[in-house]
């Protein structure tokens, strides 16, 4: 599980000044679709299980009315690469970027000063269409005692039985470890 926590905080590390770099490119994305939800679309099957803090995804047709709870998205080729709190920017951005063999979402909010700070990356490890592990770091520095950020962990490593997820288990922390095992 160290393996994995330092490869997770080399990419918060990479990405963590990136905000306006990466807000440019996605503004700068032609022929993108634009798709309203009522919370993040998922970045891999199952996630918002996983979490159990989302619920499963309500894509709205056009734009709704009011931008309460709502979630913009930007596609390109069917996958999403930006999605923001339609009532406030500030609140939440999420940036999807897709690389050879994985998938990483990088989630920024605005911090005390309204300056836009990266709080959580989560890596997708794919090989071909099966999901092997995923890799989900968070921190809050706002949230630190004696100067020590509050930092959370996980690792999720899939097993399959005939190309179908067999089992999900999780290893991580918050302050102390834990373990957790999904089966479907």
């Known amino acids: 599980m160290d393996k994995e926590l330092e490869?997770?905080?080399?990419?918060?590390?990479?990405?963590?000044?990136?905000?306006?770099?990466?807000l440019n490119q996605a503004e700068q994305y032609e022929d993108k679709e634009?798709?309203?939800?009522?919370?993040?679309?998922?970045?891999?099957p199952y996630e918002h299980?996983?979490?159990?803090?989302?619920?499963?995804?309500?894509?709205?047709?056009?734009?709704?009315?009011?931008?309460?709870g709502i979630i913009e998205s930007w596609m390109k080729n069917g996958k999403v690469?930006?999605?923001?709190?339609?009532?406030?920017i500030l609140w939440g951005v999420e940036f999807i970027i897709s690389e050879a063999g994985k998938t990483i979402r990088l989630s920024y909010k605005a911090d005390?000063?309204?300056?836009?700070?990266?709080?959580a990356v989560c890596c997708v490890l794919h090989n071909n269409d099966l999901i092997e592990k995923v890799l989900a770091y968070s921190r809050d520095d706002s949230l630190e005692d004696d100067g020590i950020a509050k930092e959370t962990f996980y690792v999720s490593r899939y097993s399959y039985i005939e190309g179908k997820i067999h089992s999900i288990i999780r290893d991580g922390f918050y302050l102390e470890k834990s373990n957790q095992k999904f089966r479907f």
């Open 112 to 119: 005390e000063d309204d300056e836009m700070a990266l709080t």
């Open 7 to 22: 490869i997770t905080k080399k990419f918060f590390n990479k990405y963590k000044s990136s905000y306006q770099v990466l």
């Open 81 to 88: 690469f930006f999605a923001f709190d339609a009532r406030n």
């Open 34 to 44: 634009v798709v309203w939800s009522n919370t993040y679309l998922n970045l891999y």
């Open 49 to 68: 299980i996983q979490y159990n803090q989302r619920s499963k995804p309500k894509i709205y047709s056009s734009k709704p009315k009011s931008s309460d």
